[in-house]
Nanobody, 125 residues
Framework: QVQLVESGGGSVQSGGSLRLSCAVSPITGSNYAMGWFRQAPGKEREGVAAVRSGGSTKYGDSVKGRFTISQVNARKTLYLQMDSLKPEDTGMYYC???????????????????WGQGTQVTVSS
């Protein structure tokens, strides 16, 4: 089973950018679908973006056109480039892996079985 470690969170003003990173280890022959999720205080965890081998991606409606998910370094690193950030993007961001990679991409947190510890993103107005 892989382990996930997020980094890159911080505080930024509205309209700014951040890039989150997720280190994936170990890399084996197994495939995983990967996703980014976020959770604001008092709210449910929501799917932000997902990707799987071959490059297929899926985005939540609230981030389409602003966020970009990508995998690099032979799937060792997962990125989330966040541009035009808004205060409502504030929350704890989590990287997650789904072993059932062959199923259609999903933004449902219950579909993912491995989670990182999270990194905080705060966007001020």
């Amino acid at each position: 089973q892989v382990q996930l470690v997020e980094s890159g969170g911080g505080s930024v003003q509205s309209g700014g950018s951040l890039r989150l990173s997720c280190a994936v280890s170990p890399i084996t022959g197994s495939n995983y679908a990967m996703g980014w999720f976020r959770q604001a205080p008092g709210k449910e965890r929501e799917g932000v973006a997902a990707v799987r081998s071959g490059g297929s991606t899926k985005y939540g409606d609230s981030v389409k056109g602003r966020f970009t998910i990508s995998q690099v370094n032979a799937r060792k690193t997962l990125y989330l480039q966040m541009d035009s950030l808004k205060p409502e993007d504030t929350g704890m961001y989590y990287c997650a892996a789904r072993s059932q990679w062959w199923l259609p991409l999903s933004l449902d947190p219950s579909a993912y079985n491995v989670w990182g510890q999270g990194t905080q993103v705060t966007v001020s107005s």
